[in-house]
């Protein structure tokens, strides 16, 4: 079954807490990218990779990390300095220039 | 900055009513144009894209949208909608060149009742 997969899909984040959230896809994709929704905002983009141990900021990248060791990964952790984490973050992935194929999400709260 | 702008937060249709959603983008370069759709607990989808050639392109459900290079837009129109058209849409760009990044506007919720 081909695809995104985003865990956990409900996270909670503890006042002063880093939480990692999980991205991984088998869709061999190059690229893979963090978004950020929410209600009236749209999707807004938090960082980006285009290829393994290469990773770049989007719009709103404070307050965020990013690794990507591998192909089929993409970790998004959010740190204590992310004043606002609580949203529905998504994940995409794409071949170089194509179509973006997004996971079904991460929905963080505050504790 | 490129920015994309969706200028109908909120739409409520009736069954068989006609959809146009609007979009505009900023950038004056070339483009690439999507239509993402984000049905009530399902993955964000997406619903047609232009790249090039003819300007109106025909997605997925009945969706079509046009590509008015001289306006920036890219509408959204389905001539009849029904109750299960009812999700968020989003419009997005790419601008080629641009590294992929896609910038997205800050959707449409529509509520399509019987």
């Known amino acids: 079954d081909g695809g995104i997969t985003q865990s956990p899909k409900y996270l909670f984040r503890k006042e002063g807490q880093n939480v990692t959230l999980s991205c991984e896809q088998n869709?061999?994709?190059?690229?893979m990218y963090w978004y950020r929704q929410d209600p009236g905002q749209g999707l807004r983009l938090i960082y980006y990779?285009?290829?393994?141990?290469?990773?770049q900021k989007g719009d709103i990248a404070e307050g965020y990390s990013v690794s990507r060791e591998k192909k089929e990964s993409f970790p998004l952790t959010v740190t204590s300095a992310q004043k606002n984490p609580t949203a529905f973050y998504l994940c995409?992935?794409?071949?170089?220039?194509?179509?973006?194929?997004f996971g079904a999400g991460t929905r963080l709260s505050v504790l | 900055a490129q920015s994309v702008s969706q200028h109908n937060h909120h739409v409520i249709l009736s069954e068989a009513a006609s959809l146009e959603l609007g979009c505009n983008y900023s950038?004056?370069?070339?483009?690439?144009l999507f239509w993402y759709v984000q049905y009530p607990g399902q993955h964000l989808q997406l619903l047609l894209k232009?790249?090039?050639?003819?300007?109106l392109v025909k997605g997925i459900k009945g969706f079509e949208a046009e590509f008015i290079k001289s306006k920036f837009s890219f509408n959204l129109r389905k001539p009849s909608v029904q109750w299960s058209d009812t999700a968020e849409y989003f419009c997005?760009?790419?601008?080629?060149?641009?590294?992929?990044?896609?910038?997205f506007g800050t959707g449409t919720q529509l509520k399509v009742e019987l």
């Open positions: 997005a760009v790419i601008r080629t060149g641009g590294g992929n990044k896609l910038t």
């Open positions: 232009y790249f090039s050639g003819d300007p």
């Open positions: 995409a992935s794409s071949a170089t220039g194509e179509i973006q194929y």
């Open positions: 869709l061999n994709h190059d690229a």
């Open positions: 990779s285009q290829i393994v141990n290469d990773f």
């Open positions: 950038y004056g370069g070339t483009v690439n």
